[in-house]
């Protein structure tokens, strides 16, 4: 019972950012408004970790299985993609260096500013 009371938390906050996509005239996807409002929810306190943990871990975990529908759809279209497939895997592993490159750069200046602290 306790998973479903999770679940219907998550679903609760999720259909309120389907509600802010259709209100607002925002190219913002229905999902990021939901994530940006949980987080703002488990930042200021609203609501606790507590309360959506197991349905969030048991989320993550079947992640992997949501992404075979996109695979099965790429492999029925592979005859419209095989002309674009040069310039798509440039442009996929030019992201990739680029992200890779960005997020560490980040860690690292957030774990710098963390030894910083700890100092003073």
Known sequence: MNYL???LIILSISFIGEILK????????ASIYGMAILFVCLLTGALRLEQVRGAGKFLIEVMPVMFIPAGVGLMASWDILQPMLVP????TVVVLVAVMAVSGRVSQAIIRHGKGKKHE
Request: hydrophobic share 65%; glycine share 0%; net charge positive.
């Open 88 to 91: 798509v895997a440039v442009i």
């Open 22 to 29: 259709a209100v607002l005239p925002l190219p913002v996807p």
């Open 5 to 7: 009371k999770q679940f």
